[in-house]
């Protein structure tokens, strides 16, 4: 008789879960997916699919102990997980970081305060619920975006007080607790850190640069590159000594995080800390260029492993590259009109011919994308 196969329980069937998806069904897990509609790319590579909003607790922790879960996951998603947290410590499961720092991480100006407080990438902001809550705030151009959101959903740019209301009125909408921040603008380019930390280290602290589209499209990435190109050693060894702070700071011991930053001309600066892979597919940027498997790395860490002897990676031997393929949504999928690169290393299409394009951040989509090593 063939050994019972470990159950994980998927929360969410996006691409990004897809990836985490497809990693447990070649470790031989058996694999159900939950999420609030059915369909996604996910739900076609798992073995089961179950309809569930995985932002409900109890029908998440519910559900896990329905299929007897040996694990409760999720990746690329800051909606799932605190239904992951609470459900696996319900059940006595793994998992990364508490409540309270997932709550801190989900709040971007109770995040913004405590960096401050600490004098740790220190930029001015207020948080608001109404316009009146602004009326000290003088400093344009400024950022305006939801407090709990993610997916540069309601992220908007200001360039003066005119433009304020309206921007602020958008992020109140698509913020769940009707909650905005607005902060200095950042000049610089944006990098980004794929960290996964254990007993308290920062065994992987990876940089990358963020590559985005210009200021009608604030926000939203187009790309990734493994080595940066645009900063110099000097700005990421600072951006990896900040990571390390903010992660002694909130007393972090073990996890795998995802830092945004700015290399602004006062040094680096975070946007945003998420408590999760990042939604970017830049672990497999980080195979390629290093032989890093971040997320291999990170499910084997979660799982009680000590992961440290095989987070060390090799040098790049050149400039990598992860590019989106992408598409307004509301328009149809047509792979002809995105093809494959003759030299990618990977390339995935989100999409079959004919499906409609689904509003994610609501403005530039992503179709597919692809890895491979830029020309010399």
Partial sequence: MDAKKSVALVLGANAGQADLIRYLVQHDWSVTVCAHRPGGTGAKLANAFKL??????????????????????????????????????????????????????????????????????????????????????????????????????????????DGLEPALQNAIALSPTGTAIVEGWLDGVEISYNVLVADGCAIVNEVSERLVHGDHLVGVPRGHLIPPVAVDEEVCRQGTELVEAVIALLGIKDGALYFQMKATSQGP???????????????????????????DLSVRRLLGEDVSAAAKGDDPDGVYELMFQQAPPGTVFDASAFPKPKDAIYHEYRYEDGEPILPINGRLEVVGYYVRKCQE
Wanted: charged letters at 25%; a neutral charge.
């Fill in 52 to 161: 569930q909003d995985v932002s409900d607790v109890q029908g998440v922790t519910a559900l896990a102990k329905e299929i007897r879960a040996d694990l409760v996951y999720s990746v690329s998603s800051d909606i799932a997980v605190p239904a992951v947290v609470e459900a696996s410590s319900a059940l006595g499961l793994p998992y990364y970081f508490d409540p309270a720092l997932v709550a801190l991480l989900d709040d971007k100006a109770a995040l913004r305060g405590k960096l401050n407080d600490a004098g740790l990438s220190v930029v001015p902001y207020v948080r608001a619920r109404t316009i009146a809550d602004c009326a000290k705030w003088s400093a344009y151009p400024c950022m305006v975006k939801p407090a709990d959101s993610q997916g540069q959903r309601g992220v908007a740019k200001v360039m003066s007080a």
């Fill in 269 to 295: 600066r975070i946007i945003e800390i998420a408590p999760r892979l990042d939604g970017c597919h830049i672990w497999r940027l980080m195979k390629a260029s290093r032989n890093l498997d971040f997320l």
